[in-house]
């Protein structure tokens, strides 16, 4: 069995090529992200992996198809970038990996968090200066703090538990319940009490049509002014345009970003040699109250590991005519 890869970095060809001696498949990594331009590669394979910015539209799924492509495996957990209802119609399975190492991302979460609020990466810099002033360092206690978890699934619940730790106040939001949750002390709130309790905001939620842009001009006026937001998650969940402004107005007074909505053409490349032109992107980082990481939460070895193991296994599964316990459909 041949599988492509798209997007392909050192790392994913080192972790798929060791993992991939116990299964014996014919791997081509290609370095080019995948989209309607670029699907055509695929001659000859029986399996397409793309990653989260790869565009796999309803033009590029015909193309996929008329390649003989019969299985689309994404390295990721989202999913929002596939047409589901064209690979539907094209007779094309489409399997992801919904948990890796969540432990990775809560870890991120809380990254962000501390250092926003240390200012540690402005220290750092002033000390290889010699610069040991602490003037505009100052930071808060995170204990005692409400922190405020938008979704409450499997890295939700991670970073609950390691703000659990450091004795906040969690709250969370998510459309179930599960038992879990009380059993740590999480207490469930409606969404509008979840912005107007929440000194910190975590994004944790896939994105989909209704959580496109949740975090708007509306939403964060119903929040605490001076609030912490922190996306992990998914781009477009935040509205650029809206955070930039409440910013200036100091309605949020710290945002950390390791997804951005327009990333597709910015993350996971060097780019310190060009001019990055968009604009939006460049306005954050003149804030000294914004922290941006390029989508690295989820890069440990543990996460890299997982994702290699089980992108094989649901492809394994596929040639072996097994259900395919981690397909998505486009009826979800």
């Known amino acids: 069995m041949k599988i492509t890869f798209f997007s392909a970095k050192p790392y994913d060809i080192a972790f798929f090529s060791r993992l991939n001696e116990a299964f014996g498949y014919d791997l081509v990594f290609l370095t080019v992200p995948m989209d309607e331009t670029t699907a055509g590669l695929t001659k000859d394979s029986d399996v397409v992996c793309i990653f989260v910015n790869d565009q796999a539209n309803a033009r590029a799924i015909q193309t996929l198809k008329e390649q003989g492509v019969k299985l689309i495996a ?136 209704q959580t496109y842009h949740i975090i708007n001009e509306q939403t964060i006026e119903q929040m605490k002014k001076g609030v912490m937001l922190i996306n992990t998650g998914r781009g477009a969940l935040v509205d650029t345009q809206a955070v930039i402004h409440a910013l200036k107005s100091e309605q949020i007074g710290y945002l950390g970003l390791d997804v951005y909505e327009e990333e597709a053409h910015l993350f996971f490349e060097d780019l310190s040699g060009k001019v990055i032109q968009d604009d939006a992107f460049m306005r954050l980082l003149t804030f000294p109250n914004v922290l941006i990481t390029g989508h690295q939460a989820f890069f440990t070895r543990n996460a890299m590991q997982g994702i290699a193991q089980t992108t094989l296994e649901n492809v394994r599964a596929f040639a072996q005519q097994q259900p395919l316990a981690n397909e998505v459909r486009a009826n979800g």
């Open 74 to 209: 994404l390295r990721c957990a989202g999913y929002n970038n596939v047409d589901l209802a064209a690979c539907a119609g094209a007779g094309i399975p489409v399997v992801r990996v919904p948990a890796y190492s969540p432990y990775s991302v809560a870890e991120h979460t809380l990254a962000l968090i501390l250092t926003l609020n240390r200012k540690t990466h402005r220290a750092y810099n002033r000390v290889k200066e010699g610069n040991f002033a602490l003037d505009g360092l100052m930071g808060f206690d995170l204990h005692g703090q409400t922190v405020g978890l938008l979704g409450l699934g499997k890295i939700g619940l991670a970073t609950a538990r390691i703000l659990k730790g450091f004795g906040c106040r969690v709250l969370a939001y998510d459309l179930t319940e599960v038992a879990e949750a009380h059993e740590i002390g999480i207490e469930y709130v409606p969404l509008k009490q979840l912005f107007a309790l929440s000194d910190i905001l975590s994004l944790h939620c896939p994105l989909t049509p």
